[in-house]
Nanobody, 112 residues
């Protein structure tokens, strides 16, 4: 059974940085497509960044140049480094495996 546990969220001022982590339990992490999504209040869940098992990355236009997704297959861990954070990055962020399994979500709030 797959479980995804996110950590690293919190409150940060505009222009600041946060690093989200997602640790996966169960088998198959190394061969799976992984991604970060987010959902802001009153909005639909959107894809933020994704990474294939070979390391190819893709980003939403709104975060290109500011966010970086990475993974360590040996540690079954996914990260999202978020720099130059803006108010509009405020959302609950979710880790996703294989477009099927979801973490519980973690709050990121960008506010002065």
């Amino acid at each position: 059974q797959v479980q995804l546990v996110e950590s690293g969220g919190g409150l940060v001022q505009p222009g600041g940085s946060l690093r989200l982590s997602c640790v996966a339990s169960g088998s198959g992490f190394s061969i799976q497509f992984m991604a970060w999504y987010r959902q802001a209040p009153g909005k639909e869940r959107e894809l933020v960044a994704s990474i294939t098992r070979s390391g190819t990355t893709n980003y939403a236009d709104s975060v290109k140049g500011r966010f970086a997704i990475s993974r360590d297959n040996a540690k079954s861990t996914l990260w999202l480094q978020m720099n130059s954070l803006k108010d509009e990055d405020t959302a609950v962020y979710y880790c996703n495996m294989a477009r099927y399994y979801w973490g519980q979500g973690i709050q990121v709030t960008v506010s002065s």
